[in-house]
Each structure stands twice: as structure tokens, then as C-alpha cells.
């Protein structure tokens, strides 16, 4: 089954910096990768995807991409701010097959914005 | 917005008690999940439904556990006897297709003592 790996586990940077968090993937029939924040105590909300046919896509500060040859994706927040501190989670889902119709979780990235 | 609404959002009960945790997904989603979260650890996969059956379960959805539609809204979890590595925050989520990306409720968060 599919499997994502996620890093790094805590990430600490300074207000207005940049922040990348990357993910890689097991199963190759994965075709689509959405990207979670989570808040303390609260539900996770879906922030940006990205499909398999696409490279990379952007929302405002945030951007995902993605490389099918190395079964990787980023996340990469830029001009960070204060209500950007969560803990962010990738995940897969690979519809081709119904056995491994579901999204996976990877473990997840505590951001913190330094003042 | 519409919004996955989930009951109660807190419930204590004591091992070996059945606990049945509510959901009411999205009107006009089709499929429906169960997840849950242990404290400060990752979102992990119960279970997926869709027009009215179990489509995929993880090796964590064993004989304790049933999830039922009972009317056109309600979508439930059920646990039969919970023990204490039960406690969690469970998470149920919709979405309209299979690869949209799913929409969660605000969780329940299952104390066993």
C-alpha cells in the first residue's frame, strides 16, 4: 500500500522567511497529493493540491510541486507570518486501483514563525 | 460554507463500554470517511463508505469497529467494547468524489478510562 514519508518533523523560521516542507511517496499510481494545515486542537483544513499532471501549482504565498520520476512533493510557504504557525501534513491518493482508494497521511510538520 | 458536523466533540467512557460517534457529512458529498488521531501523531485511516458500503478498511477497522449510514444524513462510527488504545481524536470527512480532497468535521475526542 501507499506509504508517505514526510520532513522535516519541526521546522522554526523567521517571520517573512521562507518555509519547504517535503514529502515522497511509494506507490507510482498516486495521482493526486493535497496538503493539510492543522491548528492546535483543531480540524485540518485542506490549504492547496495538486494532481499528477501538473507540476506545480500556486495560491498566494503557497505553492506545492511535484516530481512523478522521483515520487516527490513539496510544500513551500513564502513571506511567512504568525497565523502560519500549525503543524502541516502532505498526503496521497491513488485512485486507480479501488483497493488503495484513500488518502494517506504523512506524519506531519510542526512550522513554528519566529517573531 | 458547508461543514462536516461531528457529536459529541468530547466523550468519556469506560473500557470495555460501545461508544457510537456521529457525523453528518456534506448534503452533496458521496463518499465518506472515518480517521483518527492519537494525541500529537499523525492522521491515520479508519475506513471509507460509499453508497451504503464499506469501500476500504485499514488493519486498525477490526471486528470492534462499524460504521453505519441509518438515514440520508447521519454517518456513525461505532465501537463495540473500547479499550484504552481507543482514546483519540476521531475525525470523519466527505467529499464529492473519490479524489476530491476530502472535507474533515472538528472531531471527536474519545477518552477511554
Known amino acids: 500500500g501507499e506509504n508517505v514519508e514526510q520532513h522535516p518533523s519541526t521546522l522554526s523560521v523567521q517571520e517573512g522567511d521562507s518555509a519547504v516542507i517535503k514529502c515522497t511517496y511509494s506507490?507510482?499510481?498516486?495521482?493526486?497529493f493535497p496538503w493539510y494545515k492543522q491548528e492546535l486542537g483543531k480540524r485540518p483544513q485542506l490549504i492547496i493540491d495538486?494532481?499528477?499532471?501538473?507540476g506545480e501549482k500556486k495560491d498566494q504565498r503557497i505553492a506545492v510541486t511535484l516530481n512523478k520520476t522521483a515520487k516527490h512533493f513539496s510544500l513551500h510557504i513564502t513571506e511567512t507570518q504568525p497565523e502560519d504557525s500549525a503543524v502541516y501534513f502532505c498526503?496521497?491518493?491513488?485512485?486507480?486501483?479501488?483497493?488503495?482508494?484513500?488518502?494517506?497521511f504523512g506524519s506531519g510538520t510542526r512550522l513554528s514563525i519566529r517573531p | 460554507e458547508p461543514e462536516v458536523t461531528q457529536t459529541p466533540s468530547h466523550q468519556v467512557t469506560q473500557m470495555g463500554q460501545e461508544v457510537i460517534l456521529r457525523c453528518v457529512p456534506i448534503?452533496?458529498?458521496?463518499?465518506f470517511y472515518w480517521y483518527r488521531q492519537i494525541l500529537g501523531q499523525k492522521v491515520e485511516f479508519l475506513v471509507s463508505?460509499?453508497?451504503?458500503?464499506?469501500?476500504?478498511k485499514s488493519e486498525i477497522f477490526d471486528d470492534q469497529f462499524s460504521v453505519e449510514r441509518p438515514d440520508g444524513s447521519n454517518f456513525t462510527l461505532k465501537i463495540r467494547s473500547t479499550k484504552l488504545e481507543d482514546s483519540a481524536m476521531y475525525f470523519c470527512?466527505?467529499?464529492?468524489?473519490?479524489?476530491?480532497?476530502?472535507?474533515f468535521g472538528s472531531g471527536t475526542r474519545l477518552t477511554v478510562v
Open positions: 470527512a466527505s467529499s464529492v468524489t473519490e479524489s476530491d480532497g476530502y472535507t
Open positions: 506507490d507510482s499510481a498516486s495521482n493526486y
Open positions: 495538486i494532481r499528477s499532471n501538473v
Open positions: 498526503a496521497a491518493w491513488s485512485g486507480q486501483y479501488s483497493s488503495a482508494s484513500k488518502i494517506i
Open positions: 448534503s452533496n458529498h458521496l463518499y
Open positions: 463508505f460509499y453508497n451504503n458500503e464499506i469501500s476500504e
